[in-house]
């Protein structure tokens, strides 16, 4: 990886729309060529979906059936697909619960989850494609945390259209970009992002492609998701159109807050000078080294609830992750996830490290 993932450093650009108001990044070849060594190398690790049998495994699936019950109640799909499913952890939840066929798409390294039976999934190893899938009777499509890294979201969502029968549905869930941009999320650019999300955008990209949402769930605390039906061949979605200023206006006083927040950082590092500046999450640190030139010069430290981030370097990230368990070596700490802000706080304060000063920052 050290490598094949050259630049170690991009630009943070975003191109708006001015007629249909998406909001993406642009890809170059460069890019393009790193995130097919990325998405197919071991480094590319389970995010929404689970990888392995662990306490946080089955969190994470009860959180995903619970979210997909609240959406679609008593409904028990017999044909299952997932793109981006890492060994098939949810697919094999499913099966569990009654689901007659299950089948798995997934780019990464990984082997096939193995069920009660000793059989193992059927785990396709690609991005996802007309070669790779053929089949056309799918109940459900699901794809969590995908289709903000799709380089063609209407290829994608056109696939998926045809792999499900007339009746089938398909369940999304993406970041939430609408309170990342009302507020200034300082790590809401990743590399691996190549789309960006809103209720209305994500509602206007999938009438284009002939789903009509049945039900959304949107909150600043939790991912996007969608539970959309196959509509039939000529159906055309809601004549209300996108709010093209309203989005633009989001995105400007997004750069407004970012700015904001770095200056806020960066006049905190010059304050505690000598002393060394921790952040709690390894997710938006990245970003924060890369905006805030003066922290290159100070004495930092990295803090994440993760244990499978401990001791372990990450890009853009000058220093090794630690343990809560050493946050008494600093005194200044700030909070960088967006979503987890606040429970992060009450985590941090509740632990009683004596002289700590948390300094929130949203």
């Known amino acids: 990886m050290e490598k094949n993932i050259f630049p170690k450093y991009s630009d943070a650009i975003l191109l708006f729309c001015n007629s249909c108001g998406f909001i993406g990044a642009p890809v170059s070849q460069s890019l393009r060529n790193q995130l097919n060594t990325y998405y197919q190398s071991p480094f590319s690790v389970p995010g929404a979906t689970p990888g392995q049998d662990s306490k946080y495994s089955n969190s994470l699936a009860e959180s995903f059936f619970s979210s997909f019950s609240e959406l679609e109640p008593d409904w028990l799909p017999q044909n299952v697909l997932e793109v981006g499913c890492q060994r098939g952890f949810l697919l094999n939840e499913f099966q569990k619960r009654g689901a007659k066929r299950v089948v798995g798409i997934e780019p990464g390294e990984v082997e096939p989850w193995v069920d009660d039976s000793g059989a193992a999934l059927d785990i396709r190893r690609g991005l996802l494609s007309r070669d790779i899938l053929k089949e056309k009777d799918f109940d459900l499509v699901y794809s969590l945390q995908v ?4 380089e063609d979201p209407n290829e994608f969502l056109q696939i998926i259209f045809d792999s499900l029968n007339m009746d089938g549905r398909l369940f999304l869930a993406v970041p939430n970009e609408f309170f990342s941009l009302k507020e200034g999320n300082v790590g809401m650019f990743l590399f691996q992002h190549l789309n ?7 509602k206007s990209l999938l009438n284009k492609n002939g789903f009509n949402i049945t039900g959304l769930i949107s909150s600043r605390h939790r991912e996007l998701m ?14 209300e159109g996108q709010d093209i200023n309203g989005l633009r206006n989001l995105l400007k006083g997004y750069q407004r807050k970012v700015t904001e927040k770095l200056n806020y950082i960066g006049t905190l590092s010059k304050k505690t000078k000598e002393k060394n500046l921790g952040f709690y999450g390894v997710a938006g640190t990245s970003n924060i080294f890369s905006w805030v030139p003066s922290l290159k010069d100070s004495p930092v430290a990295v803090f994440d609830s993760d244990s499978n981030t401990w001791g372990k370097p990450f890009g853009g990230v000058p220093c090794l992750v630690q343990s809560p368990k050493s946050l008494d070596s600093v005194e200044n700490i700030i909070p960088a996830p967006f979503r987890l802000h606040d429970e992060i706080v009450k985590y941090i304060e509740g632990r009683k490290v004596k002289n700590l000063r948390v300094y929130p920052l949203y």
């Open 196 to 202: 960006y999300f809103t209720p209305d955008i994500l």
């Open 147 to 150: 289709l903000e890294h799709v």
């Open 226 to 239: 969608v539970m959309a039906q196959k509509m039939p061949a000529g159906w055309k979605g809601g004549k």
